[in-house]
């Protein structure tokens, strides 16, 4: 099982040939390849990048809105924080996370369950 | 699955919340195997400063409409690739609010880059609603302001007329559509046209009951705006004393605070005077130090229909989008005063107009949900949405009236207070027997 999943990644990483720079993908090693995540050559920039432990529920004693004050049960998960530089100098840059689970394969699990163990 | 932002935006949307509208007790997105993002749309907001300052810088602007956005979608799927070796089978866009207004001109804008999306609350027509937002408050300037108290006195009357009409005593107008037809601000009226000792808070005056008329009217341009648009639609009826916390509540939370509304907006006001006055001061005019009272919108055309064409998200032509087997959901609550939810219904039938019913049908769905406010809180609200939409994106499940919950906000069980169906564009929940609290016990029907 675990020979046919490598040739599958494999497979897909040859595809995409232009991605195919990460030897694993982040369901084999999270750590390390969530650590290689950050940088950017171009206008997009990954400032930071981070195995987040998985985490439990909690529900806030305040919060904006009822569904604002739960905080869900999450997995563990690669937490990316960047921005996209802007045009005009002057305008601020664009900021973004990304959220990457480190069990999932980036697709719904059911939809990926027969190339991933993790689901 | 990306998240969009809300109100001005200009603070990081983490991806980590619960979904637009997501019961309490499900498993996360993230726990569901989804990877999530979000932006703050080009922005941040400092700490005591209007949320529209951004406004100024082109860029900026272009990217909370519509840019950023897009921006975001491309980088996030170049990680998902980098970290997975393959690119994402599915990507979904939910919003609500600002965010539900992402959500449809990414359909408009971006129809190739979803294939799902869920548009809640959508704030479309945003040209006309922060002029609509505004006049709302420029009414309520001096004798029109209405209290806390009479807000209630309104409530009740409204519940009063329209309560039973589905055949329910049940604290709730299920069809507000028939009800704003029926309701009367008029039959509030004091004797004498004011309020005294004796009347105190138990009827209105002249002034508060042209505010209320004002407020459900439509706001009327002199000119068209995108898509040939040239006016905002009227606010609706119920849920107007939904208790106020932040943007959670009815009249008080988005159109009257707890003062009359003060320049520049002060943070007792309500907040589409605090959005709208600071709209037409820092989009508009770009006048940060404008007396919004002496504002002449004629003054700006310009600018209004460059504002209108990047946010207004009006386009009803979404062929591409159903083209490439794009799904879209929208979800509209009746007693929302942030945004009037006759906005959003006249867009789905522009869009049923365009391309046919039967052809809209086949990939987008309208639901109206009776009571709730503009941010899910008093009548049943939650709905798991992102369900119903992989289902019809991934296995071609068209999802039919579907339920919303009212849920304790209580770990772990979340109890459900009570259920209701959520009906599809234009049915209601009518009546039929056993508890009120049970969604069995209503049917969807015109």
Redesign the interface.
């Given at each position: 099982m675990r020979a046919k999943l490598w040739a599958l990644l494999l497979g897909s990483a040859a595809v995409v040939a232009a991605n195919a720079a990460l030897a694993v993908t982040l369901a084999e090693d999270a750590d390390t390849v969530c650590k290689s995540l950050v940088g950017g050559t171009d206008a997009v920039k990954i400032d930071s990048a981070a195995l987040q432990a998985p985490s439990q529920l909690a529900v806030a004693e305040r919060g904006p809105t009822p569904s604002g004050r739960i905080i869900p049960t999450n997995p563990a998960f690669c937490k990316l924080l960047g921005h996209i530089d802007p045009v005009d100098p002057k305008a601020p840059p664009i900021r973004f996370q990304v959220n990457l689970p480190s069990s999932g394969t980036g697709v719904q699990c059911n939809m990926a369950a027969a190339a991933s163990t993790a689901c | 699955m990306q998240y969009g932002g809300g109100g001005f935006n200009g603070v990081?949307?983490?991806?980590?919340?619960?979904p637009p509208a997501?019961p309490?007790d499900k498993?996360?997105s993230?726990?569901?195997?989804?990877?999530?993002?979000?932006?703050?749309?080009?922005?941040?907001t400092r700490q005591g400063e209007p949320p529209q300052v951004?406004a100024l810088?082109?860029?900026?602007f272009e990217?909370f409409a519509h840019r950023?956005y897009k921006?975001?979608r491309d980088?996030?799927v170049?990680?998902?690739?980098?970290?997975?070796?393959?690119?994402?089978?599915?990507l979904y866009f939910m919003g609500t609010s600002e965010g539900g207004r992402e959500g449809l001109t990414m359909a408009q804008r971006y129809p190739d880059d979803f294939d799902g999306i869920f548009a809640r609350v959508p704030v479309i027509n945003w040209v006309g609603l922060q002029h609509a937002g505004t006049r709302s408050g420029l009414v309520t300037m001096g004798d029109g302001w209405i209290n806390p108290a009479q807000v209630k006195l309104v409530g009740d009357a409204v519940r009063a007329a329209c309560d039973k009409a589905d055949g329910s005593d049940d604290a709730l107008v299920q069809n507000p559509v028939a009800c704003k037809a029926a309701f009367k601000a008029e039959s509030l009226r004091c004797a004498s046209g004011k309020t005294d000792d004796k009347t105190g808070d138990q009827c209105l005056t002249d002034a508060q009951i042209k505010a209320i008329d004002t407020l459900h009217a439509t706001y009327k341009f002199p000119f068209e705006l995108a898509n040939g648009l040239d006016d905002y639609p009227g606010w609706g009826v119920s849920g107007e004393d939904t208790p106020a916390?932040?943007?959670?509540g009815g009249w008080v939370a988005w159109w009257l605070g707890t003062a009359p509304p003060a320049q520049p907006p002060a943070p007792n006001n309500g907040i589409a005077w605090i959005y709208g006055a600071g709209g037409i001061q820092y989009v508009f005019a770009r006048d940060p130090k404008l007396d919004v009272t002496t504002y002449k919108l004629e003054e700006h055309k310009a600018r209004l229909l460059e504002v209108s064409k990047l946010m207004d998200s009006t386009d009803p032509d979404l062929s591409r989008f159903r083209a490439r087997g794009g799904r879209l959901i929208m979800l509209e609550h009746m007693a929302d005063y942030a945004q009037s939810p006759y906005a959003g219904i006249r867009y789905f039938e522009s869009v049923e107009r365009k391309l046919g019913k039967t052809e809209t049908a086949e990939f987008a769905r309208l639901y109206t949900a009776p009571g709730v406010d503009h941010?899910?809180?008093g009548a049943p609200a939650?709905v798991d949405m992102l369900s119903a939409l992989?289902d019809w994106v991934?296995k071609g499940k068209a999802p039919g009236d579907l339920e919303v919950t009212d849920q304790k906000?209580?770990?772990?069980s979340f109890a459900v207070l009570r259920a209701l169906p959520l009906c599809r564009w234009p049915a209601w929940p009518h009546y039929k027997s056993g508890s009120v609290t049970e969604a069995s016990s209503f049917a969807c029907a015109p």
């Open positions: - | 990081l949307i983490t991806g980590l919340a619960l997501y309490f498993p996360s993230l726990a569901r195997g989804f990877v999530t993002y979000g932006t703050d749309s080009g922005h941040e951004f810088n082109d860029e900026a990217n950023a921006k975001v980088a996030a170049t990680l998902m690739e980098r970290a997975y070796g393959k690119k994402p089978e599915k916390v932040g943007p959670t941010v899910g809180s939650n992989v991934e906000v209580e770990a772990p």
